[in-house]
C-alpha cells in the first residue's frame, strides 16, 4: 500500500495545475494542445504517453480545480485509450495526438442508437463528449457479433453534428450518420464495458478537484463572512454542515483512487464494482455535499458569476454521464449478490 | 502510489491466517457464524490464546510485549481475526489505560500493570462519564481529597462498560475544587474495584441487557502510588488515551465481518419466493452500504499508510469513528429488516434465536450507542470542525 503521488504523477499533475492557472478564459484548451498534453493516454508508439487511468488521476483532478473546463476527457483522454485499445483503420492518429486532428469517442452509452452493418453506420451517437470540434470519431459499440469499433471522418456526406452546449461549458454534440461507409474491427469482448468505466472515472477524478476546491471555497467563506456579528463559521450547526462535506471528499478521493487502480487492474468484476461504488457515490453523497455547499453560502452560493457555480456543475457532470446513481446501485447491488454467493461456495472475492 | 499489499505484508497475512486457523477455537468461530454475540468467558479466553502468541498488544512499545508492526500489519491482523469469527480484543488496558502507564505511568506501575493487562490477569473498565459530565467530561464532580497515602474518593461514575467483570477502573477524579477552569484540578487514578466502598449496579440497555453499570464511589482509599502522571495535570493523559486509537477506530474488520454475516443472511431470508439479497429494494439499499464501506476501507488505508513511525492518531481518525459507527448501525439496521417480522420477537431464547442474538431488534437498539459512546458523533464533528478546518 503507497497513497504518495509518484514522480510521473505529480510531474503531469503539477503541469496541468500550471497550464490551468495561466489560461485566459476559454485558453486552456490551447494550452493544453501546446502543451503536448493530448497525448498523455495514447501509446508510445504512436507519439503518445502511453498514461494508465491511476497516473492520470492527478492531473484530471487539477483540472477539476481550474477555472475553465476544457474538453480533454472527451476530445483526448477517451480517444486515446479507445485507439489504443481496438485497432482503428483510416485514423489519423498523429494529428490527434498533435491536436491538428480534433477527435471524439462515442461509446456505448452514446451508441445505442447506432447501427453498424454492411460497412455503413446508420443511426445517431447521441451526446458525444468533445464531437462538436471533432473531424473523427472513434466509437465503440456493442453490434450483433459482439464489440467491434471504428473511426469515422465526421467531414464525409450523411453526417450531422448538432452542437450540445452542456452545463459546465464543454460542448458535446448528437451527432447522425445516414449511410455513412466505416470499417469496423473487432473489440476485446470487455472493451465497451471498460471504456464506459474508464469514462465514469476520468469524469469522477475531475469532479474531485471540484469538490476539493469547493471545499475550500466554503471554508474560507465562513471564515470571513459575518452574521450576527461573528463569523458564521462559529454556528455549530454550519461547522457540522462543513464537516459533512469535508468527509465526504475524502472518502469520495479514496473511491476516485481506488477504482482508477481497478481500471487499470486485470479483475473486471473488481473494477466494476468499486467503478458503481464510485458513481453511486457521486451521485448520492457528492451531490449533496454541492448541494450544501450553495446552502452554507447562502444567496451568493446561487450566483451564475460565484466560482460555486462552475464546481457544482462539474460534479453534476460526472453523477449525471456514464450511468445514473441508480442503474449503479442496481449494477453493485447484482455484484454484491453474486460475490455473496461465490463467498458462500467458498471461491474468493 | 500502490493499491496492493506488498509481498511482505502478504507473507504476513498468511503468518495471521495460520495463527487462526491453528488456534481459534472452533466454538468461538462457530458463534460468530452461527449470528451469536460472543460471550464474555469467549473474548477473555481468545485474549489469552493471543497473549500466548505475543501479539496481543501491537501498538505497544516492544519493551513492554509490543509486536513492532506497522499500522497497516496491525490492521491485516485485525481484519484477519475479524474475519475468522473472532471476538474484539477489549480496549479498556490494551488500547486505552495501557498506553497512558506507557507514557506517563511510574516504573513501579509500569512493571506492575503492563504484564498484567497483556496476559489478561487484570481486566479493566473505564470511570469517566458521571450523571452529569457526559459530552463535556471536564465538569465531572468526583472527588478525590489526599489524606495522607491515600486519596479518599467519592462520587458517582457512569455507563461503566464492563464494570461487571473488570477488577480495575482507570478513573478522572477532581483533586482541585477551586482550579480556575474545569480542565485543571483532574487527576487520574488506578482504582482497584475490590476496595471497600465500591458499589457496581447494573444499568439494563434499552437492548435488555446489561452491558453498562453505575459505579458508586464511598470513601474509597486509593493509595496515592496509584495516581498516573501529577496531580491536578490528567486533562492532557485524558485527551491522549481518547485520541490513541489510529488502526482500530473504524472498525473496519469488524464492519467487513458483520458486511459479510449480512449478506449471508440476506441470501437465508427469502421476500417474494426469492433470496432476500435480489429482491431490488433490498440490494440498493445493501449497495449503498457497501459503497460507503469501500470507501471507509480504502480511507482507513489511506490514513495507517501515512502515519509515521512514532506518531499518533492522524487528523482523518475522528472522521473514521463518525464513519465506522454509522455504518456499523447501518448494517445492523438492514439486518433487522432482513430478519423481518421475527425481529419483533423480544424473548431471545425463543425459536430462530440464533439470528435474533445478533441481529433480531435487539442488534438495532443496541447500536444507538454506537454513535454516542467514546465521542458522540456530535463531539467528533466539533473535534474535526476546530482541529483540522480551523473553524
Wanted: include cysteine; hydrophobic fraction near 45%.
Amino acid at each position: 500500500m503507497d497513497f504518495d503521488l509518484t514522480d510521473e504523477q505529480r510531474m503531469i499533475a503539477d503541469t496541468v495545475t500550471d497550464v490551468m492557472r495561466d489560461a485566459d478564459d476559454g485558453g486552456a484548451w490551447q494550452s493544453l494542445v501546446s502543451s503536448g498534453l493530448l497525448g498523455m493516454t495514447y501509446a508510445e508508439d504512436v507519439g503518445g504517453a502511453g498514461l494508465g487511468v491511476l497516473t492520470l488521476t492527478p492531473a484530471l483532478t487539477a483540472m477539476g480545480h481550474g477555472k475553465d473546463s476544457p474538453p480533454v476527457i472527451g476530445a483526448a483522454v477517451l480517444p486515446g485509450f479507445l485507439s489504443g485499445r481496438c485497432e482503428m483503420a483510416d485514423f489519423d492518429v498523429d494529428g490527434a495526438v498533435e491536436g491538428t486532428n480534433p477527435v471524439a469517442a462515442a461509446l456505448p452509452e452514446n451508441t445505442g442508437a447506432l447501427s453498424a452493418e454492411n460497412g455503413t453506420l446508420n443511426g445517431t451517437a447521441d451526446m458525444v463528449l468533445g464531437g462538436a470540434a471533432a473531424k473523427t470519431l472513434l466509437f465503440c459499440l456493442e453490434g450483433a457479433n459482439g464489440p467491434s469499433c471504428g473511426a469515422v471522418d465526421l467531414t464525409a456526406d450523411g453526417v450531422t453534428v448538432t452542437p450540445l452546449p452542456l452545463l459546465d461549458g464543454q460542448i458535446a454534440a448528437d451527432i447522425t450518420f445516414d449511410n455513412v461507409p466505416v470499417s469496423l474491427s473487432q473489440a476485446g469482448a470487455d472493451l465497451p464495458n471498460w471504456m464506459s468505466d474508464v469514462a465514469a472515472v476520468c469524469l469522477c477524478a475531475t469532479a474531485l478537484g471540484a469538490a476539493q476546491a469547493m471545499r475550500e471555497l466554503t471554508r474560507d467563506y465562513l471564515t470571513t463572512r459575518k452574521q450576527f456579528g461573528r463569523p458564521i463559521g462559529s454556528f455549530q450547526v454550519l461547522q457540522h454542515a462543513m464537516v459533512d462535506v469535508f468527509h465526504e471528499t475524502e472518502h469520495f478521493e479514496s473511491l476516485v483512487l481506488a477504482a482508477a487502480s481497478a481500471c487499470d487492474g486485470d479483475d473486471a468484476k473488481h473494477r466494476q464494482r468499486m467503478v458503481s461504488a464510485l458513481k453511486r457515490f457521486c451521485g448520492t453523497r457528492m451531490r449533496a455535499a454541492a448541494a450544501s455547499c450553495i446552502q452554507m453560502h447562502g444567496g451568493i452560493g446561487t450566483t451564475e458569476e460565484y466560482a460555486l457555480d462552475r464546481l457544482t456543475k462539474r460534479i453534476l457532470i460526472a453523477d449525471m454521464l456514464f450511468g445514473t446513481a441508480d442503474t449503479h446501485a442496481a449494477r453493485l447491488g447484482k455484484l454484491v449478490a453474486e460475490a455473496a454467493r461465490n463467498e458462500e461456495k467458498g471461491i474468493p472475492a | 502510489m500502490d493499491f496492493s499489499f506488498t509481498a511482505e505484508e502478504e507473507r504476513f497475512r498468511e503468518e495471521v491466517r495460520a495463527f487462526l486457523a491453528a488456534e481459534l477455537p472452533d466454538d468461538i468461530r462457530e458463534t460468530h457464524f452461527g449470528f451469536r454475540r460472543h460471550s464474555w468467558e469467549q473474548m477473555f479466553r481468545w485474549h489469552k490464546i493471543v497473549a500466548q502468541k505475543g501479539w496481543v498488544a501491537p501498538y505497544w512499545p516492544v519493551e513492554y510485549g509490543g509486536t513492532g508492526w506497522t499500522p497497516v500489519q496491525q490492521y491485516i491482523f485485525d481484519e484477519e481475526a475479524m474475519m475468522a469469527g473472532a471476538p474484539r480484543l477489549r480496549p479498556f488496558g490494551l488500547k486505552m489505560i495501557g498506553p497512558v502507564i506507557i507514557k506517563y505511568g511510574s516504573d513501579a506501575q509500569k512493571a506492575h500493570f503492563l504484564p498484567r493487562i497483556v496476559s489478561g490477569e487484570d481486566y479493566w473498565c473505564q470511570g469517566f462519564s458521571e450523571p452529569g459530565a457526559g459530552s463535556d467530561l471536564a465538569s465531572l464532580k468526583t472527588k478525590a481529597v489526599r489524606a495522607g497515602d491515600v486519596y479518599k474518593v467519592n462520587g458517582q461514575k457512569t455507563w461503566t462498560t464492563t464494570g461487571q467483570p473488570a477488577n480495575w477502573m482507570f478513573t478522572l477524579v477532581r483533586t482541585d475544587p477551586d482550579a480556575a477552569k474545569p480542565q485543571q484540578g483532574i487527576s487520574l487514578l488506578l482504582l482497584d474495584m475490590t476496595l471497600p466502598g465500591v458499589e457496581v449496579r447494573p444499568i439494563i440497555t434499552i437492548d435488555g441487557d446489561h452491558h453498562v453499570n453505575e459505579v458508586w464511589l464511598n470513601d474509597v482509599e486509593v493509595p496515592v502510588a496509584m495516581r498516573v502522571g501529577e496531580e491536578n495535570k490528567a486533562w492532557t493523559s485524558a485527551k491522549c488515551l481518547q485520541g490513541n486509537e489510529s488502526v482500530g477506530i473504524a472498525n473496519v474488520g469488524q464492519n467487513k465481518a458483520e458486511l459479510r454475516l449480512l449478506r449471508k443472511l440476506a441470501l437465508m431470508q427469502q421476500r417474494g419466493g426469492a433470496p432476500l439479497i435480489d429482491d431490488p429494494v433490498f440490494a440498493a439499499k445493501l449497495a449503498d452500504l457497501e459503497t460507503d464501506f469501500m470507501a471507509l476501507e480504502i480511507t482507513n488505508l489511506r490514513m495507517l499508510s501515512s502515519i509515521k513511525p512514532g506518531e499518533n492518531a492522524a487528523e482523518l481518525s475522528p472522521l473514521l469513528k463518525l464513519r465506522g459507527s454509522e455504518i456499523q448501525q447501518r448494517s445492523n439496521e438492514l439486518a433487522m429488516e432482513a430478519a423481518g417480522p421475527r425481529a419483533a420477537v423480544w424473548q431471545k431464547d425463543a425459536s430462530d434465536a440464533a439470528i435474533l442474538d445478533r441481529y433480531g431488534i435487539h442488534g438495532w437498539l443496541l447500536s444507538r450507542a454506537f454513535t454516542i459512546f467514546g465521542g458522540s458523533s456530535e463531539v467528533m464533528k466539533n473535534i474535526i470542525a476546530k482541529q483540522t478546518l480551523r473553524l
